[in-house]
Each structure stands twice: as structure tokens, then as C-alpha cells.
């Protein structure tokens, strides 16, 4: 996961028959541009393994406004308050377990932990105490456009060659040669084809992102 913006720029140039990257601002923005669109449409596909994060910058103050997300959250994988996981719900259905101080789940009366997301912020249920305890979020990250030279993919390197694929197929059809763009847009297809296989051997998440289902929860007799 180390290749950059200006590895892509290379290996583009190469396809087209270039000996190097261009070094005027307008081509190379151009290309960059072809390049994001790439990493975009890649991310968008599915929530991959290499998007997963991990953060525990929240603590529990008993908020009732709701916790902040990470700025770049896509979708939360699992949410842990004090050793408790909580189980997310549809936004419409969080009216169903606020004001309740359980479930009846015969012959035990166990406590139900939701949380619900809106506006950037998700609303554990119940609302946890002041104990200071940090939130551990496990989440898939929401990818972002690369700017500079030195920045770099999230996605593994085996797999980079998919985005100067994309690229110059966007570049052939930039100049009307449809026809030619064909074959990059395949091979970046079957690159995408052999990261879905991956992500199948991955399961439902890499190891450390295995999700606890149904919620744990404090159960009395």
C-alpha cells in the first residue's frame, strides 16, 4: 500500500508509449483526474478489506446529542462502550427501543444495545453514563481524491496497474478512440475481478474485523 499518484503517472505514460510522466501541469492534472476517477469507481464498488479503520477518540460523557463519526466514516462495522457491543439499527426504527429498560427475552430479561446514525453522528440506545470509557468504532472509510505526486492508494500494489488501466482508457476515449479504449477498461475489470476474489477469501472482513452478532448483552435472572 505504498504506491503513489506519481507510480500510476508512470505506468500510464508507459502504457502509452511515453518514456516518462509529463511534467506540464495541464496533462498531468489531466491524468490525475483520470487516475481519481479510477480509485472512485473502484471504492465505490463494495466496502473492501483495505478501506477498514479502527477509532476510539470518543469517550462516554453521556451524551445525548449524539457522538461525532470519524470525518471519513463510509459505514460502521461494530461499535464496543464498556465491553458492550451495540447493534445498529435503521434511523426509523430507533423509536422502538428508546424509554425502555429492556426486553423480555424468556426466561431472562436482557437489555437491548442499538445505536442509530444521523447527521454524521451516531445515538447509542440506551445512552451510556459519565465513566469515561472510549467508544471502539471498527468502520469502513469513505476514500478520497489524491492530489500530489507523493500521495498514496489505499489498496494493496499488486492491484495498482487497475488504475493505469482505467486511466488510459479514459485517455482513448479523450480523443474519440472508443474502440481502443475497450481492452484497458476490460483489464481494469479483471483486476477488480481478482480483488472481489480476495475479499471473498477475507470473508466478511479481515482478521480483527470479525462483527459479534447478535449484540452481547447484560442479562439477570
Not at 442509530?116 to 472510549?134: E, H, K, L, Q, T
Not at 476514500?143 to 487497475?162: I, K
Not at 477469501?201 to 474485523?209: I, L, M, Q, V
Amino acid at each position: 500500500m505504498s504506491g503513489t499518484v506519481a507510480d500510476v503517472q508512470q505506468m500510464l505514460a508507459l502504457r502509452l508509449g511515453e518514456s516518462a510522466a509529463p511534467s506540464d501541469s495541464t496533462t498531468k492534472a489531466q491524468r490525475l483526474n483520470w487516475i481519481n476517477a479510477g480509485y472512485m469507481n473502484m471504492s465505490r464498488r463494495r466496502n473492501w478489506w483495505w478501506q477498514e479503520a479502527t477509532d476510539s477518540s470518543n469517550i462516554n460523557n453521556g451524551s445525548t446529542n449524539g457522538y461525532i463519526e470519524p470525518t471519513n466514516c463510509k459505514k460502521i462495522i461494530e461499535l464496543q462502550i464498556n465491553n458492550i457491543y451495540y447493534t445498529e439499527i435503521p434511523y426509523i426504527d430507533n423509536r422502538i427501543y428508546k424509554n425502555t429498560i429492556g426486553v423480555v427475552n424468556l426466561p431472562y430479561l436482557g437489555q437491548a444495545y442499538k445505536f442509530y446514525r444521523y447527521g454524521g453522528s451516531y445515538f447509542p440506545i440506551p445512552v451510556p453514563g459519565s465513566d469515561s470509557i472510549a467508544h471502539y468504532i471498527k468502520f469502513y472509510i469513505r476514500v478520497t481524491n489524491r492530489t500530489s505526486d507523493s500521495d498514496t492508494f489505499l489498496f494493496p500494489d499488486e492491484y495498482l496497474e487497475a488504475l493505469a488501466a482505467f486511466a488510459e482508457a479514459r485517455y482513448w476515449m479523450s480523443i474519440t478512440q472508443q474502440t481502443k479504449a475497450s481492452v484497458p477498461f476490460q483489464e481494469y475489470e479483471e483486476i477488480i475481478t481478482e480483488m472481489s476474489r480476495e475479499q471473498g477469501r477475507r470473508t466478511t472482513g479481515s482478521p480483527g474485523f470479525a462483527t459479534h452478532e447478535p449484540e452481547d448483552t447484560i442479562r439477570s435472572r
